[in-house]
């Protein structure tokens, strides 16, 4: 980057930030007209807007915020009331500002944009339309040049004194100079246009008593633009030199805003990787305590243990500690987003006839800086939304014994892991029957719908796409979209809308949105031998029921929740995961939340909460649809993260399943045959494979064989066999008997499978561990056939007529 792009980048970020600020000022000005101090405050910046631009010769803007400055120049020294009127046109030259330093920032130039209408009105607001050409023409150049000549060597004197050195009396006798010099001044200024012919009012345009003339100023005060100048500069050099006690005061109050902050600006990629390298921090402190837990299991009593523990312990709380304080960095006061609303509410009163009032709280609450870009424009929908189709006419809230003012409240406030931000106002409040019926006439529901749904259902059909209640369209409403754009945001954020209104009364708006988007917190749940991770902000409650707790309503199946009728589907039915097990007694259920809607979802297993960093899927994966992303568990596997939004509008088209399997699990396999019964043989030698064949081959039945663990779960997942029992060996490779029986023990299908331990070990602690890992049979080297054979057929009820 060359310097000239380094002086414009920091340009552009200072003017935009500056010209935001006289965005918010002057719609406070508007309203404390009289506040001279914050008049001056918005002179200031935009003198600084405009010097900053004729430095880097952009012209238009500098021509703009010049005509501009007339304007509040002249509100400033008292010779111009700012009217509503006027106010326009001063925010159509701040819009116009913007659009030019969106110009700057894409192009390098302001060229393209014509102010010179906005700059007309302008002009004529300060008295400069044409009439001031005429009065510049009518003074002789040489004049001129003469009365500059006359300023400049005036500035240097006074820039040769020093003030600092003179007593007080000296002070006051160069201000009483200076004083007489401008009378002096204004008097031969005005016999010369006496002299030429011109009107002069009667009144020197000198004394403090201008309040009445305004009007006729206008032609008589552009003449001494020139003048003007130097009396400010003069008395601006004493006021903070001078001795006296008031002097003295005002001179610690200029010096105190001119402390250097203590802050520096940095870029947002910086702080996006910082961010990235916090969530692999965060995964790796995850594996670290994952990897803790199991060696604290495993050496149970070891003096070391507790040394480790202080370290993961200190790595944690650092860790953590780090985590916040780079959330923090990437943090923005929700103040930047809610600072543009009260400019938007003074617009629209104006165009929609209405007085309405916006009461802003909690601006100081914190939100990422992602959250806070992507947070506008639901929020200007919402508020639109609010003084069209919320707050009525004057005559009619009057009619109705309301303010003639409608208020609409702005806050924003903390709660636990999110920010919540409501949107109040006091208008006419929705009518639930209104909107069936809107939605009936533009097809968006059914009969059979509008007649079951609850008024929280109703006041959610706002949101539809093309649903309007407006009688025609307007700049401001009408079209249908903007309701739906709120809602299509708030969930691209995994956030939540809950509508709230009394008719006659006024509606209440939340949106609840999580603080960042990098860092989360989920809810793990198993489904087979996957995991997924849900958002935790969607989640209301899990609970745990019994398989007779499930009915089916019109081929859907569904629970009672306490007073409400739950739709429950399987997440893995959603997913298509392959059930390679049955549901069992019990299922747990995770009701999800998204506005009105709510869903319960089956899972195999709560697994439990965990702060979790999201990690898109890439190119090749991305787009995959209930998916929004992945994360890192603390054992290193990959769990995929359910994207809420999608998931329930996919439940929609899945059937009654639930209960269906659950009574098919339920059905016995009758055994008409000895070969009906199936028992694997687990066994890593090849000779004891062969012994246990040869002793149970006579009794007929079907014998499928494995080298070690890992071959013995594959086939047991393939679901190709449903076994009665399983023979398996402790020493092998790759996976022991007693792995591969907890393993198998995860299944709720065969919690009750058979495992018969066939083993030359015989030590107590040996048949100790294979109870505990779920052996029901310990049978040790060397047994004789019909041992073997009479354990087999007891453990799978083997019918004694198959002999």
């Known amino acids: 980057m060359d310097e000239f792009q380094e002086i414009l980048q920091d340009f552009l970020v200072e003017s935009f930030e500056l010209v935001e600020k006289l965005d918010e000022d002057l719609v406070e000005l508007e309203n404390t007209p009289e506040d001279l101090e914050l008049l001056n405050g918005i002179f200031r910046v935009a003198h600084t807007v405009k010097g900053a631009s004729s430095f880097l010769n952009f012209d238009v803007l500098t021509h703009l915020t010049h005509h501009m400055e007339d304007v509040l120049n002249k509100a400033r020294h008292g010779e111009l009331v700012i009217t509503p009127d006027i106010m326009d046109v001063v925010l159509e030259s701040i819009d116009l500002m913007k659009a030019l330093l969106n110009t700057i920032r894409d192009t390098s130039a302001d060229a393209g ?41 005036e500035s240097q004197d006074e820039e040769e004194l020093d003030f600092d050195s003179m007593s007080d009396e000296d002070v006051e006798a160069e201000i009483e100079r200076l004083l007489n010099q401008r009378q002096d001044e204004d008097k031969a200024k005005r016999a010369a246009k006496i002299a030429s012919g011109e009107k002069v009012p009667e009144v020197p345009p000198a004394p403090s008593e201008d309040e009445p ?37 005002a001179a610690p109050a200029k010096r105190a805003p001119a402390a250097v902050e203590q ?93 309405i009032e916006l009461e802003i709280s909690g601006e100081e609450t914190e939100l990422d800086k992602s959250i806070v870009e992507e947070i506008g424009d639901p929020l200007v929908h919402i508020i639109r939304n609010s003084c069209d189709h919320g707050v009525e006419m004057p005559d009619t809230r009057i009619a109705a014994g309301k303010s003639e003012t409608g208020t609409i409240k702005l806050k924003a406030y903390n709660e636990g892991n999110a920010i919540v931000i409501q949107i109040d106002d006091d208008g006419k409040g929705l ?259 062969m012994i246990m064949r040869k002793a149970l081959e006579p009794i007929g039945i079907t014998l499928v064989e494995a080298s070690d663990g890992q071959e013995a779960l594959g086939i047991l997942k393939s679901g190709e066999y449903n076994f009665d029992a399983m023979l398996v060996d402790i020493e092998m490779p790759r996976m022991d008997g007693y792995s591969l029986a907890t393993e198998i023990k995860k299944y709720n299908k065969y919690k009750n499978l058979p495992l018969i331990a066939v083993t030359s070990r015989t030590g107590k602690s040996d048949r100790m561990r294979g109870v505990e890992s779920g052996m029901v049979e310990y049978i040790t080297k060397p047994y004789s056939a019909d041992y073997l054979s009479s354990v087999v057929q007891r453990n799978v009820n083997f019918k004694s007529e198959f002999l």
């Open 213 to 249: 003339a305004v009007t006729p100023p206008p032609a008589a005060t552009p003449p001494p633009p020139p003048p003007p100048p130097p009396p400010p500069a003069a008395p601006a050099k004493p006021a903070p030199a001078a001795p006296s006690g008031d002097a003295k005061a």
């Open 113 to 153: 944009i014509d102010v010179s209408a906005c700059v007309s009105r302008l002009d004529k607001i300060s008295g400069g339309e044409g009439e001031v050409v005429e009065v510049e023409l009518a003074v002789p150049v040489e004049e001129v040049v003469v009365a500059e000549a006359e300023v400049e060597v």
């Open 431 to 689: 009518d639930v029957d209104m909107l069936k019926n809107k939605s009936l006439e533009k097809g968006i529901i059914t009969e059979k719908e509008a007649d079951s749904m609850s008024d929280k259902e109703a006041y959610a059909l706002i949101f539809k796409p093309g649903f309007s209640t407006a009688a025609q369209v307007t700049n401001v409403s009408g079209r249908g979209v903007g309701m739906d754009v709120v809602k299509t945001n708030i969930e691209k954020l995994n956030g939540i809308i809950d509508i709230d209104s009394e008719l006659g009364q006024g509606t209440s708006i939340k949106l609840k949105i999580p603080l960042t988007l990098a860092i989360i917190q989920a809810l793990l749940v198993g489904v087979q031998e996957e995991y997924y991770a849900i958002p935790l902000a969607s989640v209301l409650e899990t609970v745990r029921i019994s398989q007779d707790e499930i009915y089916t309503v019109e081929n859907r199946s569904v629970m009672r929740l306490r007073e409400e009728v739950l739709s429950l589907v399987h997440i893995g039915d959603i997913f298509e995961v392959d059930r390679i097990l049955d549901s069992g007694e019990h299922a747990y259920v995770v009701v999800l939340g998204l506005g009105a809607q709510k869903l319960g979802l089956i899972v195999d297993s709560l697994v439990g909460q965990e702060e979790i960093v999201i990690k898109s899927l890439g190119d090749y994966l991305k787009g995959i649809e209930g998916i929004a992303g992945a994360t890192i568990r603390g054992d290193g596997g990959v769990t995929l993260i359910v994207d809420v939004v999608a998931l329930m509008q996919m439940a929609k088209g899945v059937k009654a399943t639930v209960a269906a399997q659950s009574q098919t699990a339920q059905i016995s396999h009758e055994k008409l045959k000895a070969s009906d019964y199936k028992v694997m043989i687990v066994d890593d030698s090849k000779t004891d494979r």
């Open 263 to 355: 802050t520096i600006r940095v870029d947002v990629k910086r702080l996006d990787h910082l961010m990235n390298l916090i969530g692999e921090l965060v995964l790796a402190k995850n594996r670290l305590i994952k990897i803790n837990d199991d060696v604290e299991e495993r050496y149970e009593g070891e003096e070391f243990l507790e040394e480790l523990n202080q370290v993961v312990s200190i790595v944690s709380l650092v860790t953590t500690d780090l985590q916040i304080a780079v959330m923090k960095t990437r943090m923005l006061p929700i103040g930047k987003v809610f600072n543009k609303f009260p400019r938007m509410i003074r617009d629209l009163t104006r165009e929609l006839n209405k007085k």
